[in-house]
């Protein structure tokens, strides 16, 4: 989407009356139930209608990682809905491609990563992001489109003007709202005192993450000056004020009840994002929210495509894996081998330790009867011992008794002899 960063202009400068024709990107989205009934008439832009990109905007985020945990958890956010934190550098009107910042309160409404169409369409008529727009002019315009799906009225960017103008907030510091015309909004918005919801906190422009949005690139710019209404807007709006109140209040029109019998319109801008965010990106195709036709063109287009690349794709790993195959089964012989020869090489020192045992059992066994022979020999040996020394003492003991006996004689022979 292109953008307008030209330095900001004089209120009478030759972009003073510009308009757009029919044909330009946002006549797509003419609120004409019937495509052959569009007009040929011009469709007014601002006048005056001026742009220049803002220097950084402040404040920095107050959102943590922490805070995104829990923003997952309390909106059912899915792992696909890619989130980023802001850093201390980053600031709400930075330019990423396929990036764009949204602030907590949009999820309060029921956003899931699809930008709701009128808005897309009105950011892309005045060439703004969408995230310039506050979030009670996001939860407006969402309350708007609703009623539409609810009560079938086409509501696009005529009606809108009709009955609102989009005017600066805070100081023209580059973020913009809603202000109703002459008493007569399309949707009734609570009570001031009645305003609760984080759409209308304080610090709600600190409370913003950065989100992917592939194939989008949203610039930040300046709108200078007033927009007169678009009176082909009229008949659209003025059917809708005749509607019961109760069914245009804006809480009633952002219900669960209410986004549930909404259009299956959303629905299909919900499943293109899904498959731009998770499919699409892998090989560069986005989807356009446009056209049915359209979407189905690109989309037949992305499948050709991706049917190529897989063809090509097997035909490749079917080389691969049939060049894989033969060297893991080379690989496999040789450790097969390797195994095999380990196995001979561990029986072979089996059979080497059982013959070693047979040699220390058998030694073992000499060892013992060598050990008995040698007993028996020392108890002989004990026994000779014992015995020679009786005989020795016996023998002693005779000789002592024999010399005793001879004394004793030669005594007894003596005393005859006297």
């Not at 990036?99 to 956003?111: R, S, T």
């Not at 949203?218 to 082909?232: L, R, S, T």
């Amino acid at each position: 989407m292109s953008k307008r960063c030209a330095s900001l202009t004089s209120p009478m400068t030759d972009r003073a009356g510009s308009r757009r024709r029919m044909d330009s990107p946002a006549s797509r989205y003419d609120s004409s139930p019937d495509p052959g009934s569009r007009s040929k008439q011009d469709v007014a832009a601002p006048i005056p209608y001026a742009y220049a990109s803002p220097s950084p905007i402040g404040p920095a985020s107050s959102v943590s990682e922490d805070d995104l945990v829990e923003w997952r958890q309390k909106y059912s956010l899915p792992s696909s809905f890619i989130l980023r934190v802001p850093s201390p550098e980053d600031r709400v009107s930075n330019f990423i491609p396929g990036q764009i910042a949204v602030y907590e309160a949009f999820f309060d409404h029921g956003f899931r990563g699809v930008i709701p169409s009128l808005i897309e369409t009105l950011c892309e008529f005045f060439e703004i992001s969408p995230s310039q727009l506050n979030p009670p002019s996001w939860r407006l315009l969402l309350a708007i489109q609703n009623i539409g799906n609810l009560e079938n009225l086409s509501f696009g960017v005529k009606e809108v003007l009709y009955s609102y103008h989009l005017a600066p907030l805070n100081g023209n510091e580059g973020r913009l709202h809603l202000r109703p015309r002459s008493g007569l909004p399309i949707v009734e918005e609570l009570s001031r005192s009645d305003r609760k919801e984080s759409a209308f906190i304080k610090k709600w422009q600190e409370r913003y993450v950065f989100m992917a949005l592939p194939g989008h690139s949203y610039h930040w710019n300046f709108i200078a000056g007033m927009h007169p209404d678009i009176p082909e807007g009229v008949d659209i709006v003025v059917r809708a004020r005749q509607l019961p109140l109760d069914r245009r209040q804006v809480s009633f029109l952002l219900s669960d009840t209410a986004l549930r019998r909404s259009s299956p319109r959303g629905n299909l801008a919900a499943a293109l994002s899904n498959l731009n965010l998770q499919v699409f990106p892998l090989d560069g195709t986005t989807l356009p929210l446009g056209k049915p036709l359209e979407v189905i063109q690109v989309l037949q287009g992305g499948l050709l495509r991706n049917i190529s690349q897989l063809y090509h794709l097997g035909e490749q790993l079917s080389l691969e894996s049939s060049s894989i195959s033969r060297e893991e089964l080379e690989k496999l012989k040789n450790q097969l081998s390797e195994e095999k020869t380990q196995h001979v090489a561990r029986e072979l020192e089996i059979r080497d330790l059982k013959d070693t045992i047979k040699d220390v059992e058998r030694s073992a066994e000499i060892s013992s009867a060598d050990a008995l022979s040698v007993g028996k020999k020392n108890q002989e040996l004990e026994e000779a011992m014992e015995n020679l020394r009786l005989e020795t003492v016996m023998a002693v003991s005779g000789a002592i008794i024999t010399a005793l006996w001879e004394l004793m004689r030669e005594w007894l022979q003596r005393k005859n002899d006297q």
